[in-house]
């Protein structure tokens, strides 16, 4: 399986697997149709499943264009989300799996963003090789999705399972939002010495125009406040020692930074 970033509207992120040895494709959150039938094309490819994470426009936008050209394509999606993704055929649930080119994929309920929003995670097939997490508006690098329709004790229990992931997991979140992101994190955490490398490596990736994603798990855990709320720098920074208090605060600061 091959992911190919397709970087869409202001600063989303399709992500299409590929099994070219089968000329068979799958997408996660086609925001668009048209930039993934013109890659689908070039590929000689035809789409088998689409993948979404949840119900917002920018993730689901494509979807009824992309069934028009592919009727047999299934879609994915979470189950509480019924009635909000165009074309949904299959309901998922915390832990079902799905498939693609012989990956298998694990389904986390990862509400908080949204109350349905759910996260794929395709393990490695063999050692030595990276799991691929795709988690829509869950975690992003450097930082975690608003909370529109879920509580911060929501959110911290889904990213609590996002970072019990291997730390060499590549992390294929739905936006760019990296470098600001980072310069949030260094306003609370930034006498953090892998913020602060993080931050200028960031820093000098953009200014040439290129794309952050995929991260890795582990890069998160090191750097990313939303996954360091047991930390007693940001513990600090949201002045409490509860979790859900000091998650609550250090998103309740970032909405207003
Ligand atoms: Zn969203
Ligand atoms: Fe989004």
């Known amino acids: ?33 048209e930039p993934v039938l013109r890659k689908l094309q070039e590929m000689g490819a035809s789409l088998v499943t689409i993948f979404n994470t949840h119900h917002h426009s920018d993730h689901v936008g494509g979807n009824e264009e992309l069934i028009k050209h592919f009727p047999n394509v299934r879609v994915y999606g979470g189950a509480e989300d019924k009635g909000r993704i165009p074309g949904q055929q299959v309901f998922l649930e915390e832990g ?3 498939e ?8 986390f309920f990862v509400p908080g963003h949204t109350r349905a929003h759910i996260a794929y995670y395709f393990s490695p097939t063999t050692p030595g ?6 988690c829509g508006d869950t975690l992003f690098a450097g930082g975690c999705g608003r909370l529109f329709e879920g509580t911060p004790a929501q959110m911290l229990n889904s990213l609590s399972k996002l970072r019990a992931l291997p730390d060499n997991t ?16 260094l306003t609370i955490d930034g006498n953090n010495p892998d913020l602060q490398a ?19 798990l582990g890069v998160e855990k090191r750097t990313n406040p939303f996954l360091r709320w047991e930390q007693p720098a940001l513990q600090s920074a949201a002045n409490s020692q509860e979790s859900v208090q000091t998650f609550a605060r250090i998103r309740a600061m970032k909405d207003r930074f």
């Open 198 to 216: 993080r931050f200028a490596d960031v820093k000098a990736v953009r200014s040439r125009s290129e794309v952050t994603i995929p991260s890795l």
């Open 1 to 33: 399986m091959q992911v190919t970033l397709l970087p869409v509207l202001s600063d989303n992120y399709i992500f299409l697997l590929t099994d070219l040895s089968q000329k068979i494709a799958a997408v996660v959150d086609p925001a668009l149709a």
């Open 96 to 98: 079902e799996l799905v």
């Open 170 to 185: 590549r992390v294929w979140c739905a936006h760019e939002y990296t470098l600001g992101n980072l310069q949030f994190a």
């Open 100 to 107: 693609f080119a012989g990956r298998v994929g694990e389904v």
């Open 129 to 134: 090789e990276t799991g691929d997490l795709f």
